[in-house]
C-alpha cells in the first residue's frame, strides 16, 4: 500500500498550515470580536495592567482588589494585561485568540502525527472546532486549556516509553498553564494520561511505568486545594440521556450563530462516522491484537462515560456537558486509521480543506455581520463621560440576527476606553478570576441580569452616574421608575442612556 512519505507530507503541511493561519482571518477584519463574555474579560485584563495606574483610572482601585489566589482564570487576563504595555487592548485580545486558534489546530496537528505520522492528514478534522459555542459564548481561559491539551498528550505520548528529566519539567509546564487555564482540561488532561498510561503498561517496562507517577506528582497539590475550597456541592438535575446524546453526536456544540449551521455540524459528524466505520473494518481484516495506539479508543470510551455521568453544574462550574462534547471527537483523531492510498487520502484531503474552508468562510461572514451590531451598541454609550460609573440593564441580549447573547457585556468595551465601573462585570462579582469588587462595592449580578424590571433602583442613585437600558419594552413601569433618579440623554438604535438627576444638578453647578 503506498502512503505519504516524507515529500509527499509537504504539502498536506502546506495546506494545514496556510489555512491555520487563514482561520485567525476573521478576528482582524472586524473592530469587535462578537463574543458574550470576551469583552468582560478584556475589560478585566485593563483593570489589572491599569491597576495602579491611579491618576489615569482613578476608579479601578477604588472599587476592585487583586485576586491573587492561585484559581484558574489567570492565563487568559494575564497575558493580555501584559500585551496591554504594547498595544490597545482590542489588539491584545486579538493576539489572545489568534494565539488560541493556532496553538490548537498545531497542538492537533502534533498530536496525530505523535501517535501515527502516516495519518497526520487527518488532523484537517480539527479545523471546525476552534469557532464552537463555548469559544463564541467568551470563553476565552477555556479554549486556551482546550489548545493545550493535544500538545499535553502529544508530549507525554512521545515520551512514555523513557521519561526523563527535561520531559518532566516540560508535561508538568503545560499542565500548570492548563491548570491557571481552566480546571476541566485540565482534569481530563490527567484522566487521558492516567487511561493512557494504563492501557500501555508492560511487563518488560515495568520499572520505567512509576516514573509518570513520580513525574507528575506536583500536579495533585492545586486540585486538591481547590476542591478542598470550593466545600460541599449541590448536585442540580442532569440533562437527560436523550439530550446529551443528540448534542454530542449531532455536533450542537458547533452551532454558534445560526440554526442554518445544522447541516454543517451534522454532515461533519457523518465524516467521523465514515472514517471510524473504515478503521474499525480495516483493524478487523488486519489483525486482532491490542496495540499502543488503540488507547486512544479506550480514552474516548473513558471521556464518553464521563459526559453522560457529570451533571452540567459542579464545583462552581457551568457548561460542563458542553465542554466535556468536545473532547471525545478529538480524541478519536489519533486513533483513526483508514488506511488509504495515495489517491484517496489526496481526495479525504480535499474534503476535509474544503470543508474547513466552508466554516472559515461563514465565519467571515458572521464576524462581519455581529461586528456593525456591536458598533450599534456601542453607539448609545457615546455621551458616557470617562471615569464614571455605568449601570447597564438589557431587556434583550441577542442582536437582530443571531442566536449568540451578542450584547451580554459589551458595555465593557466601553467600560475599558472610558475607564468606567461597569456594575454588570459579572467576573468581578465571582470568586474565580483574577479581579473582583471589593467587599463593600459588590453588586447582585442576578438581579442586574436576570430581573433587570424588577430592579430595586432607590441605592443606584448613588451608585451608578448612568444607566444604560437595551430593549427596554415602551411603556415599562421601569421606565417610570428610572425617571425618579435619572434624566434621558440619548435614545440611538434601541438603547437609551439615562443620566444620574445628582450628576446633572452638580454640572449645571459649574
Not at 492565563?75 to 494565539?99: Q, Y
Not at 465514515?274 to 486512544?296: K, V
Not at 478529538?330 to 474547513?356: D, E, F, H, K, N
Not at 437595551?470 to 433618579?485: D, F, T, V
Request: aromatic share 16%.
Amino acid at each position: 500500500m503506498t502512503s505519504f512519505g516524507t515529500p509527499g507530507e509537504m504539502w498536506v503541511r502546506r495546506i494545514f498550515f496556510l489555512l491555520a493561519f487563514l482561520y485567525i482571518l476573521p478576528f482582524w477584519i472586524v473592530e469587535y470580536i462578537p463574543t458574550v463574555d470576551g469583552p468582560c474579560h478584556t475589560y478585566n485584563a485593563w483593570i489589572l495592567r491599569q491597576y495602579g495606574n491611579t491618576e489615569d483610572f482613578p476608579l479601578f482601585q477604588r472599587y476592585f482588589e487583586i485576586n491573587a489566589r492561585p484559581y484558574p482564570n489567570w492565563v487568559s487576563h494575564g497575558a493580555m494585561a501584559l500585551l496591554m504595555h504594547a498595544v490597545p487592548p482590542l489588539i491584545a485580545e486579538k493576539i489572545l485568540v489568534s494565539g488560541y486558534v493556532l496553538t490548537f489546530l498545531f497542538g492537533v496537528w502534533y498530536l496525530v502525527g505523535s501517535v501515527w505520522r502516516e495519518q497526520r492528514w487527518l488532523a484537517f478534522l480539527a479545523f471546525p472546532f476552534p469557532y464552537n459555542h463555548l469559544f463564541q459564548f467568551g470563553f476565552y481561559n477555556f479554549s486556551i486549556s482546550l489548545a493545550l491539551f493535544p500538545w499535553i498528550l502529544g508530549l507525554w505520548w512521545r515520551n512514555r516509553a523513557d521519561p526523563s528529566l527535561a520531559f518532566a519539567l516540560k508535561i508538568n509546564l503545560l499542565l500548570w498553564l492548563c491548570w491557571f487555564s481552566h480546571v476541566v482540561s485540565f482534569v481530563v488532561a490527567i484522566i487521558s494520561i492516567a487511561v493512557l498510561w494504563l492501557a500501555t503498561l508492560r511487563r518488560d517496562d515495568w520499572r520505567r511505568h512509576p516514573r509518570h507517577i513520580l513525574l507528575l506528582a506536583p500536579q495533585i497539590l492545586l486540585p486538591i486545594w481547590y476542591f478542598s475550597d470550593r466545600g460541599p456541592t449541590a448536585w442540580p438535575p442532569n440533562w437527560s440521556f436523550d439530550v446529551a446524546l443528540d448534542y454530542l453526536r449531532y455536533l450542537e456544540v458547533l452551532i454558534t450563530f445560526s440554526e442554518n449551521q445544522q447541516p454543517y455540524a451534522r454532515g461533519l459528524a457523518v465524516v467521523f462516522g465514515l472514517l471510524l466505520s473504515l478503521t474499525l473494518w480495516r483493524e478487523n481484516i488486519r489483525r486482532r491484537s491490542f496495540q499502543d495506539r488503540d488507547a486512544f479508543l479506550l480514552l474516548t470510551a473513558v471521556v464518553l462515560l464521563l459526559y453522560f455521568a457529570i451533571p452540567n453544574d459542579l464545583a462552581g462550574g457551568s457548561f460542563l456537558k458542553n465542554r466535556l462534547s468536545l473532547y471525545p471527537w478529538l480524541l478519536l483523531i489519533p486513533w483513526l486509521s483508514p488506511r488509504l492510498g495515495r489517491t484517496a487520502q489526496t481526495a479525504g484531503v480535499a474534503v476535509l480543506a474544503s470543508l474547513a474552508a466552508l466554516n472559515l468562510g461563514y465565519q467571515i461572514r458572521w464576524y462581519d455581520r455581529l461586528d456593525g451590531e456591536i458598533g450599534g451598541f456601542l453607539a448609545g454609550l457615546e455621551l458616557v463621560q470617562p471615569d464614571t460609573r455605568v449601570l447597564p440593564l438589557l431587556f434583550e441580549h441577542r442582536g437582530p440576527t443571531s442566536r449568540l447573547l451578542l450584547f451580554g457585556h459589551v458595555t465593557s468595551y466601553a467600560a475599558l476606553e472610558k475607564g468606567l465601573v461597569d456594575w454588570d462585570n459579572y467576573e468581578a462579582a465571582a470568586e474565580f478570576f483574577p479581579t473582583r469588587f471589593r467587599p463593600e462595592a459588590r453588586p447582585s449580578i442576578w438581579h442586574i441580569e436576570a430581573e433587570p424590571a424588577e430592579l430595586y433602583l432607590q441605592p443606584w442613585k448613588r451608585r451608578a452616574d448612568y444607566v444604560y437600558t437595551w430593549g427596554l419594552p415602551p411603556g415599562a413601569p421601569l421606565e417610570r421608575r428610572l425617571q425618579k433618579y435619572f434624566v434621558k440623554i440619548s435614545d440611538k438604535n434601541g438603547g437609551v442612556l439615562w443620566e444620574n438627576r445628582l450628576r446633572v444638578r452638580q454640572e449645571a453647578r459649574r
